[in-house]
């Protein structure tokens, strides 16, 4: 998946251009800048490639999911649903604009279960928050036609499958509102960035003001500008953004590479008795950044992992023990640690995490293993890491 293994001379003769104006910040300073906007260029670029007529690029992906809640007028006591397998970051977002995250169970596509999700709708729910994990996606199409029932916002957290797409579309443009990350260990990166993609022109607006202080950007003279409402900084800088222009034109290399590496992963493991693979949605495409497959019990799936550290495999993660990913390993959000107090909304209505029942989340994440696939990999290492691999999971099972 990331984009810092492959690192050429454009992105350092972006970075170069806005140095040499000395104009580092994405607003501003026309004359000087000397016709380089980085930042605006990568917000054309992700609307081509995405098809979609907004793009907001900001300065993280966790700044990117708070800029689209915010700007879709979530706000304090409001409830989005989201999934108990996740990074870290997308419940962040949602307690930062003061509202209460609600996690409910994935199934076998490793991302939210409609079901589950149905289940969990209140009049309090706003947003329904579809987490695409490890380079796949959730059944948007099923995901979509609860949000037009419910009247919800289908806000896709595509930080993970960046050149993915679904029935035809790319991955993050499907729903209301879509977010990237372009953090270091992304599939593409700026070091640090993220982007927030939608058609809603009232979101994309309220996106620009909201992820630069309130600005309503009319006019040159930045003094000068009105606050229609209250903001944030959430801006990018202009050399972030320049590295980010030499990497998003890279995407569809990337992906490319991606899936050859994975399918010769894949082709080595999909005849062992007892690996099964995770479920691509029916009208999915995958990123190809990681491989994800399940074992019989958590017993082996645990024993499979040691075994692949132990024998050179790196870069292989067992998600249910991982602090990152996973709501049993969430301690800070169960126990609602804080520095300051949280809004009363959140106080009295976020779910008790240590009592929920999330078994069915248990019984496949407990279950599943994710492969990284890196870009840099050689043809030859990447077919004795597959050998490599099945010879351990053959093992594992027989003994
Ligand atoms: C990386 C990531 C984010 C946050 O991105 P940052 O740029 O690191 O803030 C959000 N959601 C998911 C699923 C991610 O993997």
Redesign the pocket.
């Known amino acids: 998946m990331p984009g810092f293994e492959l690192f050429g001379e454009k992105e350092k003769q972006n970075v170069q251009d806005v140095l040499e104006t000395g104009v580092l910040m994405r607003y501003g300073f026309d004359g000087p800048r000397n016709g380089h906007w980085k930042a605006k260029e990568l917000e054309a670029a992700l609307c081509h490639r995405m098809q979609v007529k907004h793009a907001q690029v900001v300065s993280?992906?966790?700044?990117?999911?708070t800029v689209a809640l915010a700007s879709a007028g979530v706000g304090a006591g409001d409830e989005v649903i989201l999934p108990t397998f996740?990074?870290v970051?997308?419940f962040e977002s949602v307690l930062a604009i003061g509202a209460v995250p609600i996690l409910v169970d994935v199934d076998d596509t490793l991302t939210l279960s409609p079901l589950a999700v149905e289940n969990a709708i209140t009049p309090k729910t706003r947003v329904v928050m579809p987490?695409?994990?490890c380079g796949s996606m959730a059944d948007l199409n099923a995901l979509k036609t609860l949000c037009d029932i419910h009247n919800l916002i289908l806000l896709e957290?595509a930080?993970?499958a960046i050149g993915g797409s679904f029935e035809g579309k790319p991955l993050g443009s499907y729903g209301d509102l879509g977010?990237f990350?372009?953090?270091y260990?992304?599939t593409i990166t700026c070091g640090?960035?993220?982007a927030m993609i939608t058609n809603n022109p009232d979101f994309y607006k309220n996106a620009d003001h909201y992820s630069d202080h309130g600005h309503d950007h009319v006019g040159s003279n930045r003094g000068a500008e009105s606050h229609p409402f209250l903001g944030y900084n959430y801006r990018i800088s202009e050399l972030n953004a320049a590295v980010g222009c030499a990497q998003i034109a890279r995407l569809d290399e990337f992906v490319g590479i991606q899936e050859k590496n994975y399918n010769i992963i894949f082709e080595a493991l999909k005849n062992i008795d007892g690996v099964t693979f995770r479920r691509i949605p029916m009208g999915g495409v995958q990123n190809y950044s990681f491989l994800n497959f399940f074992l019989p019990t958590e017993d082996i799936t645990r024993k499979a992992h040691l075994a692949f550290g132990d024998g050179g495999v790196d870069a292989c993660f067992y998600w249910y023990d991982n602090n990152w990913h996973y709501y049993r390993k969430w301690e800070h959000l169960i126990n609602l640690t804080s520095l300051g107090r949280l809004p009363e909304e959140v106080q009295k209505n976020l779910p008790d995490y240590s009592k929920t029942n999330f078994s069915v989340s248990d019984s496949w994440i407990g279950r599943t293993i994710s492969c990284l696939i890196k870009l840099s990999w050689a043809e030859t290492e990447v077919q004795e890491r597959a050998n490599k691999m099945a010879t351990i999971i053959r093992d594992v099972l027989k003994s």
């Open positions: 993280s992906g966790t700044a990117a999911l996740t990074f970051a997308s987490v695409h994990m957290d930080c993970q977010c990350s372009f953090d260990v992304k640090e960035g993220g």
